[in-house]
């Protein structure tokens, strides 16, 4: 039987070679299965994912690739207690409101909200 | 007993009993070895191998016509999708269709256009980059045929602007610099294609390509006078990257091209003294393939209930509408506008691919937080412009998307209600249909207002 270990990953082996930025949904899937998140969602220890100090972006679409299956699983709270994003370095307020934005549209998606909801 | 070597022995023999080459057949002639021609249907193969994958699209689109063949070309007087589509559009046809099959060489006479848009200059320096990648090819598969470059011989236009920007994307050779020239510089990040790589992390040319358009973006706006702060760098390369994914994603071709130029006039100049430097930067992304409309056709089995939802929609919208109004918006069109909502997507359905739908709402919005600035007097508008198949959807600072709850729609029209026509001026039906989608877009960075905006959102989370 395979005993998962709290985990801490820097993300900077997957942000590519001359490149500041995470994203791209296929990008963030590749990651995930990399990481083997889909087994440590059923695990209880917690996984820190550090994003590198001289990132420039965090997209919406990376951040979904990477974290939605888990946010699915978990539900948002417990994924929030499960998952920490934490800074290298200083906390950049922009990079900040691309997560916030990553997690708003997790949460639509979960609600099942989108722009033709009325129909 | 004595050893013989048989190989040895083989040599003296043969080089004795052989007369040279020289001597047998005389002095080496070139003409005489050529090689012949490989049969017709051989050649008509190998040629075909030779051709990319973007010409065998276009082909296959019926984007190609031998009827437009021809070796002079006249460009329109505005050579711009977004001004002059029909006439831009035609223009496109005929060059590419005339660069493959043209007898001879090619002239493209600039001198009665009087302006230029990036996104149609991307699409045929793209092509004749294509064009000499097959020519190359066909020469090595078929080294005996009598191939010839078609030399593309550009003449320049009557206006300074369009050959500043024809030179710095190197169109042009040459150019005589003008007296009175109102350009301080016209710079360009170049001509950029790209291939989806997905084998490894490291291959993938989003990053470095947003990377380098980003650093491009900020030499440009250093010479107003400003560098973009870490909130202006992550919003260009978010919107960047956000565009680059979408073009990724819907190339058939799996490849994207990317192209920018940025305009410093004197007048930038002399706000500089007065310290309210701008800069314009245009760039275009383009991808080859099906447009956001075809990509809803061909998922319309698995995507029924979105498809079905949406065609409904359409027929209520345009119900009761006279037949001219009603031609005027297409359910191409309007299932273009549709596609782009927030959590909109042709393949959600597929497993993996649930909260897919975002890119697009992404992009348009980091595009107009960067490019809030405007000056209507000194003609400095920000605009952004989505071609795809027969439809174009445009984006400035007079419709923006809003928010409905937590989800941000675009209506394109004052009532911000889905439910309502979008202004024709703002979703255009097109007379031809563009095989794949461009990305085209004006944004002027204007330094007091950057400062001023991100001075603001500090203060607000303060």
Known sequence: ?119 | MKKVDYYREYVYRSKSLKPSRTKERGAYNPEKYQPSLPFKELAAYRTEQCYTKSYKLLRDKGFLNDDLVKDKLMVPHKLSFIENFQETFEFTKSFISSIYDVNGDLEVDFSRCSYVDIAPLLFICTMIQDYFKFAEKRLIALPGAAHKYAEVKFLPSKTYEVNRILYSLRILPTIERQENDKFLDVSTVGMIAEKKARRHFSENKKGPVCNKVRRYINNCVKKVGFMLSADGETAVDGWLSEVLNNAEDHSRIDEWYVAGISLHTRDFQEAISKQDGVIEVRLAIMNLGFSVYEGFEESSEGNHRVYDAMANAYDKLTEGLPTDEKQAYTRENIFTLYALQEGVSRIKYLEDSESRGNGTMNFIRAFLELGDYEDSSLNRKPLMSLLSGKTMVLCDNTYKPYADGTVYKLSLNSENDLKKLPDPEYLRGLPGHFPGTILETRLFFNKNHFLQKYDRATANEG
């Open chain 1, 1 to 119: 039987m395979t005993v998962l270990q709290q985990m801490k990953v820097n993300l900077l082996n997957f942000r590519g070679t001359n490149s500041t930025t995470f994203t791209g949904r296929p990008q963030g899937q590749d990651v995930r299965k990399k990481l083997e998140l889909d087994a440590r969602d059923a695990d209880p220890e917690p996984v820190e994912l550090v994003i590198p100090s001289d990132t420039t972006s965090f997209n919406a679409s990376f951040y979904l690739g990477l974290l939605y299956p888990s946010i699915k699983a978990l539900g948002f709270d417990a994924f929030k207690e499960k998952y920490h994003l934490v800074f290298e370095d200083s906390t950049p307020k922009s990079i900040v409101r691309q997560l916030s934005e990553g997690e708003r549209q997790a949460k639509n998606e979960l609600q099942g909200l989108t722009g033709l909801g009325w129909l």
